[in-house]
């Protein structure tokens, strides 16, 4: 946990098969990045935020990740449920996703705090309430608006500028994009979702973001075999929007953790003021 990350408390687990959690403790379980996980795991958070436009499918889709993918995992049946590409270890999968825990925002870290008793301490400082200056991520915020956060692979599920031709009186950025779950396989729907309007950022938004990651690590020139060179599978924060018939997504409003103060471009400093306390 480094100075200026987004704090994500994962002291509660997402079911009950989970063997790692342990809910009594004074300190809260807490994370900053979700590592090297595979990429299957990582399919099924989209697919879970996703497709869980009601608190009911909510608690559906969290069932089914008990109930369905991990005994097809278990069982080998990858073609029904996941096929995670070349990472792809049966076993690492079946342990991720039984101990996904509930991700909730904690706050912002005040320090510096390792994982390991062995390397540093296990305490850290994270800010829960008051103002803070924050990085934004792949959505321009404006003053006034709620902020969620969401994880960086889960950009291209948002509509990433307006849509010409949809209507004059809706701001689609930062939306997330319509989604008919009509019982697919979650690598499926996550596909035909993330292909409609690509994400593509433009060549000052890229050189924005690459100057600004630079207190995600630096990027060297020894490849680590498809390891992360920099800080990766990271919270960020973007403006909490409603969906087109103006409903709201359980899937993101339960992720609301601030307001925007003074407004910014992506991958731009911004002021936020945290509402953790009051939720």
Excluded at 38 to 56: E, Q
Excluded at 66 to 89: C, E, H, M
Excluded at 127 to 151: K, S
Excluded at 193 to 212: A, G, I
Aim: hydrophobic fraction near 35%; proline fraction near 4%; aromatic fraction near 8%.
């Amino acid at each position: 946990m480094h100075k200026n990350d987004l704090v994500l408390n994962c002291g509660a687990p997402l079911n009950d098969c989970s063997t790692v959690m342990f809910n009594c403790k004074a300190y809260p379980a807490v994370v900053t990045t979700l590592g090297e996980m595979t990429s299957g795991a990582r399919l099924v958070l989209k697919w879970l935020y996703h497709t869980s436009d009601t608190g009911g499918n909510f608690l559906k889709n969290k069932h089914k990740i008990r109930s369905d993918f991990l005994p097809n995992i278990a069982a080998g049946k990858t073609d029904l449920v996941l096929r995670a590409g070349q990472d792809f270890d049966k076993q690492r999968l079946v342990g991720e996703l039984s101990n996904l825990p509930y991700f909730t925002a904690q706050g912002y870290s005040l320090g510096l705090a390792y994982a390991s008793s062995l390397s540093g301490d296990t305490v850290g400082s994270v800010l829960i309430g008051g103002m803070q200056t924050v990085m934004n991520g792949h959505f321009d915020c404006r003053a006034g608006q709620v902020i969620q956060w969401y994880f960086d692979f889960e950009a291209d599920m948002y509509y990433q500028q307006d849509q010409i031709g949809k209507s004059d009186n809706i701001s689609f950025q930062g939306m997330r994009k319509p989604c008919e779950n009509s019982g697919k396989n979650p690598e499926e729907i996550v596909h035909n979702v993330s292909k409609q309007h690509e994400y593509k950022e433009s060549e000052t938004e890229r050189k924005r973001l690459e100057h600004n990651s630079r207190e995600l690590g630096a990027l060297d020139g020894v490849p680590r075999g498809g390891l992360l060179e920099r800080k990766g599978n990271i919270a960020l924060p973007k403006p909490y929007m409603l969906r087109p018939d103006g409903s709201d997504h359980y899937g993101d409003k339960i992720r609301v953790f601030a307001k925007c103060i003074s407004g910014a471009r992506k991958h731009e400093m911004m002021d936020i003021m945290l509402m953790t306390q009051s939720l």
